[in-house]
């Protein structure tokens, strides 16, 4: 393989992408492919950087364009300084979020509109966009009952905002899976974890076959 596969994963919060993207990981590098893990914002020392700010409980003055800028700028850093690398050894790049999410919380559940946030992120990703997008369909409310009842994952400034802003947050999501449907998969995450990481591992062995057999 010499150009790799970049997949992302989306969803609103609480939808169980991150848990579902390591475990496909280890099930992907059991079956002998290259496989590299990340996440946005973070993956890297500048953009973890960037997270901290964006995502600090302390940081609720943030303006909605400023936010929007500093998703795009760890976004840039990190597709330049890891994830084009890794394709270019023809690894397959798990990433947990990418351009999707800021369309879905900036552009729209923050009303800066889509069409400007997706401008601003064609500059940060000079037209890089993944191979497939995993989408892990959840009601909001159950999302935020999830974090809520997990004790161990990271309360961030997001997960602060009132239940409207996350329901936003899907209706944004749908729109952008009309727009770009043949490059969405879409999983029902409210489904038993077992049942998720197969329905999302077998369209991802599908689309690891198809790039394989166009190479």
Not at 88 to 107: H, P, T
Not at 120 to 133: E, H, K, R, S, Y
């Amino acid at each position: 393989m010499n150009q790799g596969i970049f997949i992302t994963m989306e969803g609103p919060e609480g939808a169980g992408k991150t848990t579902i993207l390591h475990m496909l990981g280890e099930l992907l590098t059991d079956m002998g492919h290259s496989v590299l893990i990340t996440r946005e914002p973070g993956g890297i020392p500048i953009s973890e950087q960037i997270r901290e700010v964006i995502l600090n409980k302390v940081n609720t003055a943030m303006d909605s364009r400023t936010e929007a800028l500093l998703y795009a700028a760890a976004r840039r850093q990190h597709l330049a300084e890891k994830v084009l690398p890794a394709l270019s050894e023809g690894k397959i790049v798990l990433c947990d979020r990418f351009i999707d999410s800021s369309l879905a919380y900036q552009g729209y559940a923050r009303g800066l509109g889509m069409d400007e946030v997706y401008s601003i992120n064609q500059f940060a990703i000079n037209g890089v966009m993944p191979d497939l997008t995993i989408y892990f369909d959840i009601d909001p409310a159950l999302g935020l009952e999830r974090i809520a009842s997990n004790g161990e994952r990271e309360v961030n400034r997001l997960d602060m905002e009132a239940l409207h802003f996350h329901e936003k947050v899907k209706e944004g999501y749908m729109l952008i899976i009309e727009k770009w449907k043949e490059r969405f998969f879409i999983v029902d995450a409210s489904q038993s974890l077992e049942r998720v990481l197969e329905q999302t591992a077998s369209k991802v062995y599908q689309v690891i076959s198809r790039e394989a057999a166009s190479r």
